[in-house]
């Protein structure tokens, strides 16, 4: 039995959870989210929580059972809590700033970099060297995060880029003279 496919999610007061032919909705104060999931799992609700169960012990439900579970549990911390990433710009003269709804960045290139906000996701711009990044789609959290990174990595001699908050980069040593 899969360690995570067998935990309930706990429905929160204020989040509605649906089930249509092979289709998950949940609503919430922050928006709503759908999910289609696979036959090989079912999904029931009881009272204040959801339970994910397999139809059969084959190798592709066992690897569904937990991903829906938390696929789904995912989502109802999103329409309740919603999720935040920060990121951090490391370098002389990288700068950001939030210009309409776009977010214009300084990274050391000949012209700005302009990057559409998507809809669902909160950009501020704290000190114009930290991004706070919010949202309520986790998935669609993490590939802004990363689309936005992707303009400039971090790099392993100065440590120049953009980084997560809590991402270590690993530094490496320079030439070094040999006398």
Known sequence: MSRIGKIPVGI?????????????TVVGPRGTLKQEYR???????HEKEC?????????????MHGLYRQLIANMVIGVSRGFTKVLLINGVGYRAE????????NLGYSNPIEYPIPEGIEIKVEENTRLVVSGYDK???GQVCAEVRS???PEPY????????NEHVRRKIGKSAIK
């Open 151 to 153: 303009f400039r990595p």
């Open 12 to 24: 929160p007061d204020g989040v509605k959870l649906s089930i249509e032919g092979n289709l998950v």
């Open 139 to 141: 998935q669609k959290l």
């Open 51 to 63: 339970i994910i169960n397999r139809r059969n012990e084959s190798k592709l439900a066992r690897s």
């Open 98 to 105: 939030i210009s309409g709804d776009n977010l214009v960045m």
């Open 158 to 165: 100065k440590g120049k880029g953009i980084r997560y908050e």
């Open 39 to 45: 036959p090989e799992v079912e999904i029931n609700i």
